[in-house]
């Protein structure tokens, strides 16, 4: 891995004891990175009646069927892994029971009338790598360097520095996902990817990476409602409440991204779809969307200032890593935790056919193959009732 400092180290400051250093970097995140509540209004919920309530939640039946199938793979030149997704229907957004739920996640009925590929992991820094030096693209980064204080807890140290998605402040492995990738840096990538793989890759819509990360599940994570049930799935910022007003840490982890694959996948066989690094869809975020969205591959609205990121990172609390949470940034916007996956519609409408072997120069991180047997679906408290309301 080459790891390049754009700038020197020119101070070091800020002593304090590991939580108050964590709370200084919420601070930062929630000031730096902009607002991250959602917009929208209460009136969200009134506009379409009445939400599930827990006791009547019914499970999108595409999705549960396609958990007991066979996980679905392919592989391209690159080395990226692509998961197979069903088309089904689900309930996007979140009910006006969810614990920390914002005003812009009105519930509403939603049919994935196609079925696509999504990148099993999120791009990795070896992927991204590749991008970078056959095309020779500067990031949004690199163009316009951005402040930043990277916190070191383990010496009690805060420092100053330039941060791209090379140097991230800590030290990365190719199989890291990439940080600091911007909507324009993500769509720059696809666009090259689909020349060199001859055919087309896009961001995932905000409403496939919803349908996606739920993989038929309603509850806040796709692993359960419990902020804990996440620790085994996600990298998000590794406290807990103590239940005194405080938090404990998670032994044994770390401030920084993980692997991809560190954690446990959803059943549809995805990694890292909580926490880890924001992931960019291609949809203009919009607070009022939800109202008004159209039922079937609801796409986002024409036109808008911000784009639409998902699943939180690994600086943030659990709660923002909740399957219904939206957050936006212009953009050119990069920052820490700052990523994206890739999505295809190639070949998705294809029979399954014997499963596809790494091309020459594949890069990637190994995971289920065609034919593998899908994940193991999540604790009862994640699954729901056929039935819907
Ligand atoms: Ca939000
Ligand atoms: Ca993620």
Redesign the pocket.
């Known amino acids: 891995m080459t790891t390049r400092r754009i700038l020197p180290v020119f101070a070091i400051a800020f002593r304090g004891p590991w939580l108050g250093l964590l709370a200084a970097l919420g601070v930062w995140l929630l000031s730096g990175c902009g607002e991250?509540?959602?917009g929208g209004s209460r009136r969200d919920a009134e506009a379409v009646g009445r939400d599930c309530p827990p006791d009547e939640e019914g499970e999108s039946s595409a999705a549960m069927a396609s958990a007991a199938a066979p996980l679905r793979v392919r592989t391209n030149r690159l080395g990226i892994k692509l998961v197979w997704i069903p088309p089904g229907e689900f309930l996007m957004g979140s009910p006006r029971y969810e614990e920390d739920r914002?005003d812009?996640e009105t519930q509403h009925r939603v049919r994935i009338t196609r079925p696509f590929y999504l990148g099993q992991y999120e791009v990795t820094v070896g992927q991204f790598r590749r991008f970078v030096s056959e095309s020779g693209y500067r990031t949004d980064r690199e163009t316009t360097p951005v402040w930043e204080e990277i916190p070191h807890p383990e010496i009690d140290v805060v420092e100053y520095r330039y941060c791209t998605w090379r140097d991230p402040g800590f030290t990365q492995t190719d199989d890291f996902p990439v940080t600091r990738a911007s909507w324009n840096d993500a769509t720059a990538f696809c666009r090259w990817l689909s020349a060199r793989e001859g055919e087309e890759y896009r961001l995932p819509t905000e409403a496939e990476w919803e349908y996606a990360c739920r993989a038929g599940t309603r509850t806040r994570f796709s692993t359960g409602n419990a902020d804990t049930s996440l620790f085994r799935a996600g990298q998000v910022i590794p406290l807990i409440p103590n239940g005194m007003g405080g938090y404990v840490s998670q032994p044994g982890r770390t401030l920084n991204t993980s692997p991809v694959g560190s954690f446990d996948p959803n059943h549809f066989g995805l990694y890292d779809v909580h926490g880890n690094v924001w992931e960019w869809c291609a949809d203009w975020y919009g607070a009022e969307y939800y109202r008004h969205s159209p039922t079937e591959d609801p796409e986002g609205p024409a036109s808008g200032e911000h784009r639409v990121m998902r699943g939180g990172c690994y600086v943030l609390y659990a709660r923002y890593a909740r399957s219904a949470?939206?957050?936006r940034g212009s953009p050119s916007l990069a920052f820490g935790g700052t990523g994206f996956r890739v999505a295809t519609s190639a070949g998705a409408t294809a029979p399954l056919t014997a499963p596809t072997g790494r091309a020459d120069g594949a890069m990637g991180p190994p995971g289920p193959r065609a034919g593998e047997t899908r994940p193991a679906p999540p604790a009862a408290e994640g699954r729901r009732r056929p039935g819907a309301c």
Do not use: E, F
């Open positions: 991250l509540s959602g914002d812009d949470n939206r957050y």
